[in-house]
């Protein structure tokens, strides 16, 4: 595998990491769980989005004085660019979550609870994927084509599914879960299981956990392939994908309440998907500029954006009812 990331740069994004994520549990949970407000989230976000630039910024400047202008400008792009992407997609993410928190009427004081697990998992998640990732497309280079082939089939599917609410009665891991275990029917705080009549019972949190580690599951095998469209250099992946991750609590705090405002951000998406798998099946053929993907990807997610603004989602009967069933 050929990449940029020395042990020194492997080191301090580590410690960038660890440092940002223990200044996030420390602030983001002071005074103990409560409702996030739409102020504190903005604020987060923003915070997010300026250390990921930072670090771009960062790397861009020492790869510029290490190795010259044309690596750090192409890197730096590449960076810039993984993480539009990522975080885009990272939007679907939020989708999932705000229908599973409404699905199980999760109170509010225990969804930053949830949203820190999912976090955590998918950072790990996404870097077991990208080094196995990364290994195959150091030994076969026919795999990229396998990625294309994916994404354009995932944003098909993303397209056709868009406007549509899925069935979580009909959740597979759900029914398997209520079939095989003892699942209560309310809240005990923030404890995942409780002893009942000597028996051991599941709470509502403990359904929404597990179903926010199959989201994210799913979601790093949709958005792995995508990053690798951008750059095949595991550092640039690993760094940009992890960086997109870090402002999806905050993110999520930010859009709750906003979703239905973008209902075409969905199409967007999946037009990204369809997008970057195309540029995958010709890269041998023809290799799209890093800059012009970048002005394609945010053109997409920001039209996606602006028309979902003009042009409002008529409402649902039903709107804002949530179950509480487990």
Do not use: C
């Amino acid at each position: 595998m050929e990449t940029i990331g020395s042990p020194m740069l492997w080191g301090a994004f580590a410690a960038f990491v660890v440092v940002a994520l223990l200044v996030d549990l420390v602030l983001m949970r002071h005074g103990g769980p409560h409702k996030v407000t739409f102020k504190e989230a903005a604020w987060w976000s923003v915070g997010w989005i300026a250390l990921a630039l930072l670090f771009n910024a960062g790397l861009w400047w020492w790869l510029r004085e290490q190795s010259g202008a044309d690596i750090g400008n192409r890197i730096g792009l590449e960076f810039l660019t993984g993480y539009l992407v990522e975080k885009s997609l990272a939007v679907d993410n939020i989708f999932v979550f705000l229908m599973l928190f409404s699905y199980f009427a999760v109170p509010e004081e225990q969804r930053q609870r949830v949203l820190v697990i999912g976090v955590l998992g998918a950072i790990v998640l996404r870097a077991i994927l990208i080094f196995a990732g990364a290994l195959l497309l150091a030994k076969f280079h026919w795999i990229l084509y396998v990625f294309g082939a994916f994404l354009i089939f995932t944003g098909i599917k993303m397209l056709m599914a868009a406007g549509k609410s899925p069935d979580l009665d009909n959740n597979p891991v759900l029914k398997w879960m209520r079939g095989h275990l003892r699942l209560t029917d309310d809240y005990h705080d923030s404890k995942l299981s409780i002893l009942r009549d000597g028996k051991r019972w599941y709470t509502p949190l403990f359904a929404v956990i597990v179903l926010i580690g199959v989201t994210d599951v799913i979601f790093a095998v949709d958005s792995i392939p995508a990053i690798f469209a951008i750059t095949e250099d595991p550092f640039i992946v690993l760094t940009s994908n992890v960086f997109a991750v870090l402002g999806l609590r905050a993110m999520f705090f930010l859009l709750q309440g906003m979703a239905d405002r973008f209902h075409l951000l969905p199409y967007g998406l999946a037009l990204v998907l369809v997008f970057i798998g195309g540029k995958m099946l010709l890269i041998d053929v023809y290799k799209i500029p890093v800059l012009i993907s970048l002005i394609g990807v945010a053109a997409i997610i920001g039209g996606s954006v602006v028309l979902s603004l003009m042009r409002p989602a008529a409402a649902k009967p039903g709107d804002g009812q949530g179950s509480s069933a487990v």
